[in-house]
């Protein structure tokens, strides 16, 4: 009896349960550790070492190999960066702008009001300018200030009118007090000439010019012409400039304007204003229109302008 109460009595270990949480296997775990621990030490020393080797076998490597060929290679890279930037230098050189071309200021005087003149040209074909400008005097004092523009590869002429002036100027500078280079966007205008054709594409004919008669009290230029817009293209307005030659001399000036200008539009143009004296055998119109500037324009119904 009694040898059967103690095989009842038996512990089974595999179903002990440890409230603190430790179970049988942590504990064969930590054994093990615990029998192991310098096996373990040694294995990462010897990692480390192996390690440590090969990091110092690489940084060798790549020294040698530097001293041998990486040298060489860093001086073809600066040479090459060098000659790179004496490229770019030399491109920038290359397309810089040339100066505009200013011709003469020409004065005239016209019943007490004075008409100024200026022939300008811009011989860049890729850069358009925007510019302020002032008429000086040989005082060095400012007669008038303005704004203007001209377009790539153009020539213009500037022309003041009816300022009244509180002396008569004597030597007139022309002065540009504020001035910006722009180069056309290849990507939005790849050809100019083309561009531009398309949009001053505007033709004048039967232009009659007379001469006043300057022995009458109040003799007048008179001149009349045709003018067609041959664009797609409607304008809010057209101006443009009349030049009075006598030979190749220009002897008088004026400006004027064409509103609300339509695409294939013809319209006459009848002009009259008074002389100051002048001879004037020839009469020329020139358009002056800003065609980057997209405000000269006039959409279409429902379309947005160029």
Same mark, same amino acid.
Request: charged letters at 20%; a positive charge.
């Given at each position: 009896?009694? /040898?059967?109460?103690?095989? /009842?009595?038996?512990?089974?270990?595999?179903?002990?349960?440890?409230?603190?949480?430790?179970?049988?296997?942590?504990?064969?775990?930590?054994?093990?550790?615990?029998?192991?621990?310098?096996?373990?030490?040694?294995?990462?020393?010897?990692?480390?070492?192996?390690?440590?080797?090969?990091?110092?076998?690489?940084?060798?490597?790549?020294?040698?190999?530097?001293?041998?060929?990486?040298?060489?290679?860093?001086?073809?890279?600066?040479?090459?960066?060098?000659?790179?930037?004496?490229?770019?230098?030399?491109?920038?050189?290359?397309?810089?702008?040339?100066?505009?071309?200013?011709?003469?200021?020409?004065?005239?005087?016209?019943?007490?009001?004075?008409?100024?003149?200026?022939?300008?040209?811009?011989?860049?074909?890729?850069?358009?300018?925007?510019?302020?400008?002032?008429?000086?005097?040989?005082?060095?004092?400012d007669l008038l200030c303005g704004n203007s523009f001209?377009?790539?590869?153009?020539? /213009?002429?500037?022309?003041?009118?009816?300022?009244?002036?509180?002396?008569?100027?004597?030597?007139?500078?022309?002065?540009?007090?504020?001035?910006?280079?722009?180069?056309?966007?290849?990507?939005?205008?790849?050809?100019?000439?083309?561009?531009?054709? &398309?949009?001053?594409?505007?033709?004048?004919?039967?232009?009659?010019?007379?001469?006043?008669?300057?022995?009458?009290?109040?003799?007048?230029?008179?001149?009349?012409?045709?003018? /067609?817009?041959?664009?797609?293209?409607?304008?809010?307005?057209?101006?443009?400039?009349?030049?009075?030659?006598?030979?190749?001399?220009? &002897?008088?000036?004026?400006?004027?304007?064409?509103?609300?200008?339509?695409?294939?539009?013809?319209?006459?143009?009848?002009?009259?204003?008074?002389?100051?004296?002048?001879?004037?055998?020839?009469?020329?119109?020139?358009?002056?229109?800003?065609?980057?500037?997209?405000?000269?324009?006039?959409?279409?119904?429902?379309?947005?302008?160029?």
């Open positions: 009896m009694e /040898k059967k109460n103690r095989v /009842k009595t038996g512990v089974d270990l595999k179903k002990y349960e440890d409230s603190g949480g430790v179970t049988i296997g942590k504990m064969h775990f930590g054994l093990w550790l615990s029998s192991n621990r310098r096996r373990i030490f040694k294995g990462i020393i010897i990692f480390l070492i192996i390690a440590s080797a090969g990091m110092l076998i690489y940084s060798s490597y790549s020294y040698v190999f530097y001293l041998l060929y990486g040298r060489d290679a860093d001086k073809e890279l600066s040479n090459s960066l060098a000659e790179s930037q004496l490229d770019t230098q030399a491109y920038r050189e290359a397309n810089t702008p040339i100066d505009l071309e200013i011709g003469t200021v020409n004065v005239f005087s016209v019943q007490g009001r004075y008409d100024f003149f200026i022939p300008i040209k811009n011989p860049n074909p890729k850069h358009v300018s925007n510019f302020s400008y002032c008429l000086r005097d040989g005082a060095g004092v001209i377009l790539p590869g153009a020539d /213009k002429y500037l022309v003041v009118a009816g300022k009244e002036l509180e002396r008569a100027p004597g030597t007139v500078k022309f002065v540009i007090t504020n001035f910006a280079w722009q180069r056309l966007n290849a990507h939005d205008i790849p050809d100019w000439p083309t561009y531009a054709a &398309t949009r001053l594409n505007f033709s004048i004919s039967n232009l009659k010019y007379s001469a006043p008669d300057n022995s009458a009290k109040n003799p007048f230029h008179n001149l009349s012409f045709t003018l /067609k817009n041959n664009t797609p293209y409607h304008f809010s307005r057209l101006p443009f400039a009349i030049v009075l030659w006598n030979g190749s001399s220009p &002897t008088g000036v004026n400006l004027s304007a064409a509103d609300n200008f339509l695409s294939s539009e013809t319209r006459e143009i009848h002009l009259s204003w008074p002389s100051g004296g002048e001879r004037a055998g020839r009469a020329e119109v020139k358009i002056d229109l800003n065609i980057l500037d997209d405000s000269v324009y006039l959409p279409y119904r429902g379309d947005s302008q160029p």
